[in-house]
């Protein structure tokens, strides 16, 4: 157990449909992260928001909307993917976006898109 | 920027063994070195990073990596593994900010 707490842990879906992946910390953190994982590739750092505003946003396509209603819940929503955005989708935070902070990672989403 | 290079993508080793796991980098600056690990489905954990002070971090579970910032490695060691050591490795570095760049991973098995 974490405190970082990800929801569902595995999703299919088709290209056309609309999803949201879900994330949940329970450690008093103010930032917090999405990350792609990809088969033998580095991890991929995709958004950043601190105290619930986006502070990077790491060239990802517009298929990919995040969502930070407040410092505790993060969320992904994703429409008319495609099948090279099957991957591990990674939520994480810190206690803010300080350097050396050591940021807490979630279980991860399985994400398959057919 | 910093890059990330794990030298060595798959580490077998039979238990009660010792491993080491190579990490190379590359900065124009001071940096912050992390090193994380993931178990077969489940996300990343930190074993132990590196700030300032001491070269020598001892982390969880036995694991300690010794900073060198004139070979501007990292390397991860720990005397003797168990099979609960099978598992992914990352070595991730940060230098002025919160950004972490991680290389590509080192899957370490450990066989009876």
């Known amino acids: ?114 | 920027a910093q890059s990330v290079t794990q030298l060595d993508s798959q580490v077998p080793v039979f238990e009660e063994a010792p491993v080491e796991l190579r990490c190379n980098y590359s900065s124009s600056v001071s940096v912050y070195l992390f090193w994380y690990v993931q178990y077969p489905n489940q996300g990343l954990q930190l074993l132990l990073k590196y700030l300032s002070g001491s070269t020598l971090v001892k982390g969880i579970n036995g694991f300690e990596a010794e900073f060198n910032k004139s070979q501007t490695s990292f390397h991860l060691r720990k005397p003797s593994v168990h099979i609960s050591d099978t598992a992914e490795y990352f070595c991730a570095v940060s230098d002025s900010d919160y950004k972490l760049s991680f290389g590509a991973g080192t899957t370490v098995t450990v066989r009876a």
């Not at chain 1, 946003?57 to 969502?67: A, M, Q, T």
């Not at chain 1, 810190?94 to 279980?107: A, L, Q």
């Open chain 1, 1 to 114: 157990e974490t405190g970082v707490t990800q929801t569902p842990r595995h999703l299919v879906m088709g290209m056309t449909n609309k999803k949201s992946l879900k994330c949940e910390q329970h450690l008093g953190h103010n930032a917090m992260y999405w990350y792609k994982q990809s088969a033998k590739k580095p991890l991929e750092l995709m958004f950043v928001y601190n105290f619930k505003e986006q502070t990077e946003n790491n060239s990802v396509p517009s298929r990919f909307s995040p969502e930070c209603p407040n410092s505790s819940h993060l969320f992904l929503h994703l429409h008319t993917l495609q099948p090279e955005d099957s991957a591990l989708y990674l939520c994480a935070s810190s206690p803010t976006t300080g350097t050396g902070n050591t940021i807490y990672f979630g279980e991860g989403s399985w994400l398959t898109v057919v």
